[in-house]
């Protein structure tokens, strides 16, 4: 990946959400070299964030997908058959130009490519921290924010700490595959869909698991990785309690904003980057795509993001290699461009 910084490549996707990871699809149809960015550790931006259990009816030619399935789909499509290197953890902050080629300054060094495609969704997702204890030291050592796979849970003691819609999704989703499974919340109430919160109530009724509310956490102890909590009552300090854990996923939101990119200088219209119908910024050599771009009749779903980012890639090459027609030659007479052994 370090060969990479010393790279120029046609195309680099800020975000590896399912528009991202489509971008770098169509390039490579193209026959144009790409990289992605994402500030998160893992692919498929909201759907791995935020709902990667549920089913999704709505991207045709699956008549329903697992959010999850969908971006490993998306993975060996557009990552597996093309040579993209991908920079996880990796936040693009500034922009500059070098004569032919934008150059991004990221938290992990300088990426050059002769053009950008921004597909970065709501911003950079930051997952909200504990307030009142850091967690940090504990991260990588049995704290998690992200769920990219339910079976890192298997069998294991899980606390999870929050409130809202998330963790009272992820409480009912790992009850089948956690050994135990214990509810931390500071409030007494839940900010989450009624049917929901019914179902993990009931759940603990039922003694399927352990509500600890309003409780917070004092303190984590392990050696090398979590082994205990210690909880506090929000109302009475003194009254604490120890919960034996193997693992603590912490539930708390994420943080999206335009965050870096709204210094950049495009044109924002409420919060979203304007674009004309050719998915073009008012940047040099930066198209975006996907939840990120607004225009007249734009609609936040994947499919029309996977082909706002078709139209996208096809201006970026255009730009490049100006000889290359703006419609692609049809797959079915082309196969995968120097990808599938047997295919023309
Ligand atoms: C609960 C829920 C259910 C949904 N259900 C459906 C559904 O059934 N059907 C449907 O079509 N849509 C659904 N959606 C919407 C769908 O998830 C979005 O339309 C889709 O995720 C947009 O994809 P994207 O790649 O544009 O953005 P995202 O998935 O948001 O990915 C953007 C990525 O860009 C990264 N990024 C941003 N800025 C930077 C930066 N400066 N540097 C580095 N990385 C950056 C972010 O970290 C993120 O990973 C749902 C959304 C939610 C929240």
């Known amino acids: 990946m370090n060969s990479d910084f010393d790279e120029v490549r046609d195309i680099t996707v800020i975000g590896a959400g399912p528009v991202g990871m489509c971008t770098s699809f169509w390039a490579g149809m193209r026959e144009a070299s790409s990289r992605i960015i994402d500030s998160l550790p893992e692919l498929g931006g909201q759907l791995t964030t935020l709902y990667p259990e549920k089913w999704v009816y709505d991207v045709p030619g699956h008549p329903r997908v697992l959010a999850k399935d969908l971006v490993e789909l998306m993975r060996r499509q557009a990552l597996e058959q093309f040579d993209v290197p991908v920079h996880l953890n990796t936040t693009a902050d500034t922009i500059s130009w070098e004569e032919d080629v934008v150059v991004l300054h990221t938290d992990k060094g300088e990426l050059r490519s002769r053009t950008v495609i921004v597909a970065g969704g709501h911003g950079a997702f930051e997952p909200k921290k504990l307030p009142g204890f850091d967690m940090t030291p504990w991260e990588g050592r049995g704290a998690h924010y992200i769920v990219g796979e339910k079976s890192v849970f298997e069998g294991k003691r899980v606390m999870i700490v929050g409130g809202g819609d ?43 698991l352990a509500l600890h509310v309003p409780f ?5 102890y392990g050696d090398g990785s979590v082994e205990r909590v210690r909880l506090f009552h929000s109302e009475d300090e003194a009254h604490e309690i120890e919960v034996e854990v193997d693992a603590i996923l912490l539930q708390l939101g994420f943080k999206t904003a ?38 007249d009749g ?6 029309t993001g996977f082909a706002e980012s078709a139209v996208a890639v096809a201006q970026a090459v255009h730009e490049i290699r100006p000889e290359t027609k703006i419609q692609p030659k049809y797959s079915t007479n082309t196969g995968v461009p120097g990808a599938v052994e047997g295919q023309p």
């Open 298 to 303: 734009k609609l936040k779903l994947i499919a």
């Open 216 to 220: 917070q956490i004092k303190e984590v």
């Open 166 to 208: 998330s963790a009272m999704d992820w409480v009912i989703n790992l009850l089948d595959t956690a050994s135990e499974v214990a509810l931390v919340h500071r409030r007494e109430g839940f900010r989450a869909h009624e049917l929901t919160v019914g179902q993990v109530l009931e759940a603990a009724e039922r003694g399927d």
């Open 258 to 295: 335009l965050g870096p990119l709204k210094d950049w200088g495009f044109e924002v219209v409420k919060g979203a980057i304007a674009v004309d119908q050719v998915m073009k910024t008012s940047l040099d050599r930066v198209w975006a795509c996907g939840d990120i771009t607004t225009f």
